[in-house]
C-alpha cells in the first residue's frame, strides 16, 4: 500500500504568465491618429471660409463622419498587411469607405441630394465591383470565390445606373442626350448580370471540365432571371409572358441538371 501511494505523482502546477495583448495595443495607438487628422481637417475647412475671396459654405461638423472612413483605410491597410492579399476583408474594408465617404462628402459640401442622389447608388456599385474581384479567394475559398464574383457584374450594372441617372439630374449634356436617344436605357444595367451570370457560369463549367455542378446551374437560373427581365424591358415585350417564361426556363435548367446527373 505504501509503494503504491508512493507512486502517485502530484501533478506540477505551472503559472504561465498571460499573453500581452498586442493587437488591442495597436488597435488603441491606431485610434488615437484620428483625433488629430479630423482636428487639422476641421481647422482647414474653417480656415478656407474665413480667408476665402469666394463665398464658401462648408458643414465642418461632417468632418467627424471621415471618422469611420479613416477607421475603414486602416482597417484594410491591417489586414492586407496580416494576409499580403486583396481579400475579403480588404475589399470589405475598401467597400466602406466608398460607402461612407460618398455620404461624408455630401454633407460637408452640402450638395443638393436632389442632384446628387445618384452617387448613393453609384457607391454601392463600387463596393459590389470591389468584392466581386474575388481572385485572391479563389485558392482557399473556390465556392465562395465564384459567387462572390458574381458581384463584379451586379456592381457594374449598378454603377451603370446611377451614371445613368446623375447624368438626368445633374443634367450632363453628353450621357443626358445619348438617354435621349435610348428612352429605355435603365433595360441595358438590368442585362449586364444577367449576361455576366451566364459568362461565370461558362467560365465554371470549362474550369470544371465541362461538367456542369450546382454553381453552374444557379448562375444559369440568375441569367435567365436577369435577361429576360432586360430584354423585356428594352424591347418592351408583354410583361405578363415574364413570368412564366422565366419558371419554364427555370424549370429546363433544373430538370437537364437532374438528367446530366444521371
Known amino acids: 500500500m505504501d509503494n503504491q501511494a508512493e507512486d502517485k505523482v502530484t501533478p506540477e502546477v505551472i503559472d504561465v504568465p498571460p499573453m500581452p495583448v498586442v493587437e488591442k495595443e495597436k488597435h488603441s495607438q491606431k485610434s488615437r491618429w484620428f483625433w488629430p487628422f479630423i482636428l487639422i481637417f476641421v481647422g482647414i475647412i474653417l480656415l478656407i471660409q474665413n480667408i476665402s475671396p469666394l463665398p464658401v459654405h462648408l458643414n465642418w461638423w461632417a468632418a467627424f463622419i471621415y471618422?469611420?472612413?479613416l477607421g475603414s483605410i486602416a482597417g484594410g491597410i491591417s489586414a492586407f498587411q496580416k494576409s499580403g492579399k486583396f481579400d475579403a476583408t480588404v475589399r470589405n474594408s475598401l467597400g466602406g469607405v466608398f460607402m461612407i465617404g460618398t455620404?461624408?462628402?455630401?454633407?460637408?459640401l452640402g450638395a443638393d441630394w436632389g442632384d446628387w442622389w445618384p452617387l448613393m447608388v453609384i457607391a454601392p456599385g463600387f463596393s459590389m465591383l470591389l468584392n466581386g474581384l474575388s481572385f485572391a479567394d479563389a485558392v482557399e475559398h473556390p465556392?465562395?470565390?465564384r459567387w462572390s464574383g458574381l458581384g463584379l457584374w451586379f456592381g457594374l450594372g449598378t454603377i451603370l445606373l446611377g451614371v445613368g441617372f446623375l447624368g438626368k439630374t445633374l443634367p450632363?449634356?453628353?450621357?443626358?442626350?445619348l438617354l435621349k436617344s435610348y428612352p429605355r436605357w435603365w433595360a441595358i444595367p438590368i442585362l449586364v448580370p444577367g449576361v455576366g451570370?451566364?459568362?461565370?457560369?461558362?467560365?465554371?463549367?470549362?474550369?470544371?471540365?465541362l461538367r456542369p455542378n450546382w454553381t453552374v446551374w444557379?448562375?444559369?437560373?440568375?441569367?435567365?432571371?436577369?435577361?429576360?427581365?432586360?430584354?423585356?424591358?428594352?424591347?418592351?415585350?408583354?410583361?405578363?409572358?415574364?413570368?412564366?417564361?422565366?419558371l419554364i426556363a427555370s424549370g429546363v435548367v433544373v430538370?437537364?441538371?437532374?438528367?446530366?446527373?444521371?
Open 255 to 262: 430538370l437537364a441538371s437532374i438528367l446530366i446527373k444521371k
Open 67 to 69: 471618422i469611420p472612413v
Open 103 to 108: 455620404v461624408a462628402t455630401l454633407l460637408l
Open 197 to 209: 451570370a451566364f459568362i461565370s457560369a461558362l467560365v465554371v463549367c470549362i474550369q470544371n471540365q
Open 143 to 145: 465556392s465562395a470565390a
Open 218 to 246: 444557379g448562375f444559369s437560373i440568375i441569367g435567365i432571371c436577369f435577361t429576360a427581365t432586360g430584354l423585356f424591358a428594352l424591347l418592351l415585350l408583354n410583361w405578363n409572358l415574364l413570368g412564366p417564361i422565366i
Open 172 to 177: 450632363i449634356p453628353v450621357i443626358a442626350d
